[in-house]
């Protein structure tokens, strides 16, 4: 229902940044929350970040203070800004839309030195 294309992962060191973006259609416009989710290899999906319609967000305790989620309505994409990366947060990152379940494809973060 909501088509989501998630890009900007890569393979960096650690303490490097990211800024993941994803790029939704233009149902989002209808103010959609969204949330950030990831999965290392062998791992269950976890949640990462939360940003609602209003511009309310909320963070997993693993990424707080180094991870920030923000959108931009006119462009239909929400980011996720990733700051002092770690090898704990290797993994494929996704965007996710809560009310029509709609996943992106993923994007590859690795982190290692």
């Known amino acids: 229902q909501v088509q989501l294309v998630e890009s900007g992962g890569g393979l960096v060191q650690p303490g490097e940044s990211l800024r993941l973006s994803c790029a939704a259609s233009?149902?989002?416009?209808?103010?959609?929350?969204m949330d950030w989710y990831r999965q290392a290899p062998g791992k269950q999906r976890e949640w990462v970040a939360t940003?609602?319609?209003?511009?309310?967000?909320n963070y997993a305790g693993s990424v707080w203070g180094r991870f920030t989620v923000s959108r931009d309505n006119a462009k239909n994409t929400v980011y996720l800004q990733m700051n002092n990366l770690k090898p704990e947060d290797t993994a494929v990152y996704y965007c996710?839309?809560?009310?029509?379940?709609?996943w992106g494809q993923g994007t590859q973060v690795t982190v290692s030195s």
């Open positions: 996710y839309e809560r009310g029509s379940n709609s």
């Open positions: 940003i609602r319609s209003g511009g309310t967000t």
């Open positions: 233009a149902s989002i416009l209808s103010n959609k929350n």
